[in-house]
């Protein structure tokens, strides 16, 4: 155990600060500040290493969070990235980039703040990294046998770490020029610095898993290819296709898909070149989603100098305690300010765009929208509540449908469930023999914590269908489902 009596001396919550937002927005550097270790113990020493800990049904990694707490705050960081590496390939990235499921049902939160679960987490992984800790770990053997993994985000990568590890060889095809996904080009650089994916990168690439970028499976190398040159196949390709805004003057010039925007924005802050790319600077930006999509906009339009900057969710606004619908332990709806709202703009909730205005040049000028409120279950237009707003850019982020059926998908003639993701048994194959699935593209959209547990348990299904039987965790069943109600 932690500190015996550290939840009861120590009540208070604390997390590094942020860089003051006049500072940040000027460059693309991580919103946080370095917490000092001694405060970031004491936080590990709230944890109540409790009988039941409750933390673990958050996770779909199955962390050993009391056990990595209780390291820290003890002081024995060896230790602890052992117990974090044991069952989390990149703590690196959820550390940042995670929602912290883990945290909403921790026993603390019951009555207070909860431990901060996330911050130890990445700080031990990186004190791991500064201290040399994080070596490459090949395989004593190869196996002989080939596995070809679709998509390198983090269900891609987790699978491929998993099964070089134990011998067979892996190679990893990603259609950008560089590997890493969304991981790369869809997560700002202010969320996750991409050092921080390359340094995990030239650890695989150490251990033996090869990466073949700048390759579009199912244009440049067909299905049949792939069937024949590997033994297994591993679809992790993602929930690409964005849901859209059927609405008058959605054709518009100036809407544009997030994922459209933020790749070109990330590129630029790598200092690659971007023809024709697509700014916020001096503009009226208005971004559609409320999610972590939606934020990423936020922060990037503030970044490039934007006039304003508005959010629009079409649900109310969520409160800031648990609400009946949202008991303890299950991960609630709050209402949550992320460093991109810090940095200003506008939130309006309970908002629908009616239709999109454009000037004389088929460029977007406005955005008409209608307060909506919940009737009898459905959703209504609250009479003379119709205005416009100005916007010279409207970006959607309303999330994703699924993967891309065209190409690799139709290709290898994978089965598909009623919400077009690929359909898979338990041990994540697919309908067609010797395919696999992992990640989005066969859960739907989901967190990335998520998507690392899928791309383990799949590890274990390739595995086992390679050699007979596998020692291979699976953390997580296909039709498992995040803690909530």
């Known amino acids: 155990m ?45 944890c109540m290493d409790c009988g039941i800990p409750f933390c673990h049904s958050g996770c779909p990694l199955g962390n050993l969070i ?122 700002p650089e202010f969320k996750m610095e991409k050092a921080v994916l390359d340094r995990r990168l030239a650890q695989m690439r150490a251990e033996g898993t090869r990466f073949r970028s700048g390759v579009d499976v199912g244009a440049q190398i067909t299905g049949t290819d792939l069937r024949r040159r590997y033994d297994a196949i591993v679809l992790a390709v993602g929930a690409t296709v964005p849901r859209g805004l059927s609405v008058p003057g959605c054709d518009l010039g100036g809407v544009v898909q997030a994922m459209t925007y933020l790749p070109q924005a990330n590129r630029v802050a790598l200092g690659q070149q971007v023809p024709r790319q697509i700014l916020a600077t001096n503009k009226d930006v208005i971004v559609i989603g409320g999610g972590d999509t939606g934020a990423d906009c936020i922060g990037t339009a503030h970044r490039q100098g934007a006039r304003s ?38 939130r309006v909730y309970a908002a629908s765009t009616t239709a999109i205005i454009g000037d004389e040049e088929n460029q977007v000028s406005g955005l008409r929208l209608v307060e909506v409120r919940m009737d009898d ?12 707003i100005p916007a010279q850019l409207v970006l959607l982020a309303m999330g994703f449908l699924g993967p891309q059926r065209e190409g690799i998908v ?38 990335i ?5 899928e791309g383990r348990a799949a590890a274990h299904g390739v595995d086992a269908w390679l050699t007979g039987g596998s020692a291979l965790p699976r953390p997580i069943a296909p039709t498992d489902r995040p803690l909530t109600v």
């Open 2 to 46: 932690a500190d015996p009596r550290g939840f009861l001396t120590n009540r208070e919550r604390r997390l590094p600060a942020r860089r003051p937002v006049a500072v940040r927005i000027m460059d693309w550097r991580e919103v946080y500040e370095p917490q000092p270790v001694e405060e970031l113990r004491e936080q590990a020493g709230r």
């Open 66 to 187: 009391p056990e990595w707490n209780t390291f820290a705050w003890q002081d024995r960081w060896p230790e602890a990235i052992e117990r974090l590496h044991a069952t989390n390939n990149f703590p690196e990235f959820t550390g940042r980039l995670c929602p912290a499921p883990c945290e909403t049902a921790c026993v603390l939160g019951i009555n207070q703040p909860a431990v901060t679960i996330k911050q130890i987490e990445v700080t031990t992984i990186e004190r791991a990294f500064d201290d040399g800790r994080v070596v490459p770990m090949p395989p004593q053997r190869l196996s002989g046998r080939t596995v070809a993994v679709v998509g390198s985000g983090p269900s891609g990568l987790a699978v491929a770490q998993q099964l070089t590890r134990v011998g067979h060889t892996v190679a990893v095809f990603e259609r950008a020029d560089k590997p890493g996904g969304l991981l790369r080009y869809g997560i």
């Open 309 to 346: 900057v508005t959010s629009l969710e079409i649900m109310p606004q969520p409160g800031t305690e648990r609400s009946a619908a949202h008991p303890w332990p299950t991960h609630p709806m709050l209402f949550r300010v992320a460093s991109a709202h810090e940095e200003g703009g506008e």
């Open 377 to 388: 279950g459905q959703m209504a237009q609250v009479a003379g509540s119709e205005r416009v």
């Open 410 to 447: 139709e290709q290898l003639g994978v089965g598909l469930d009623s919400r077009s993701n690929i359909v898979r048994d338990e041990s994540y194959m697919t309908s067609v023999p010797g395919v696999f699935v992992a990640g989005d593209c066969g859960r739907g959209q989901s967190l």
């Open 449 to 453: 914590v998520w998507a690392i547990a």
